[in-house]
């Protein structure tokens, strides 16, 4: 439960700076000026946020059904990411934005690195034929999607 206090402290703190930051947006435009002078919209780290809390709801409900966290993290953005589907917009707009497409290539990259070093080839070598057949499909069907 301590975990799930942990989300919710994180997704409270990234919300507190979304809004000061739209807050010093805002108040720098009313005075005539250009705003912050930084790239990164609030209504972003807002949606960061939001994912990071869906996440971290899916890891913690996965976890509790038996199944690897990560399981649940991937389901919970997989559902994010079909909310396009039923017309929500904003959705759409992250998918354009920069700053979350570099974040997704990162979190991409460390998902990888961590699943390396989880990664044993003494259990693979004991399943043999059935584990080099699943990481060659892995691997080649890709390309054909």
């Known amino acids: 439960m301590s975990r799930l206090l942990k989300g919710r402290n994180i997704l409270l703190a990234a919300a507190c700076f979304a809004l000061a930051a739209w807050w010093g947006e805002s108040r720098a435009e009313a005075a005539g000026g250009e705003g912050a002078g930084h790239g990164l919209d609030p209504f972003v780290l807002l949606s960061i946020a939001l994912m990071l809390f869906v996440a971290k709801i899916g890891g913690e409900l996965f976890s509790r059904l038996r199944q690897p966290a990560v399981?649940?993290?991937?389901?919970?953005?997989?559902?994010?990411?079909?909310?396009?589907?039923?017309?929500v917009a904003w959705v759409e707009q992250l998918r354009a934005d920069a700053v979350v497409a570099a974040l997704a290539e990162i979190g991409v990259i460390i998902l990888l690195f961590e699943v390396g070093l989880e990664s044993n080839l003494a259990e693979m070598l004991e399943v043999g034929w059935s584990s080099l057949l699943v990481a060659a499909l892995g691997v080649v069907a890709p390309f054909f999607l």
Do not use: P, S
């Open 71 to 87: 399981l649940g993290e991937l389901v919970g953005g997989i559902a994010l990411g079909g909310l396009a589907l039923f017309g």
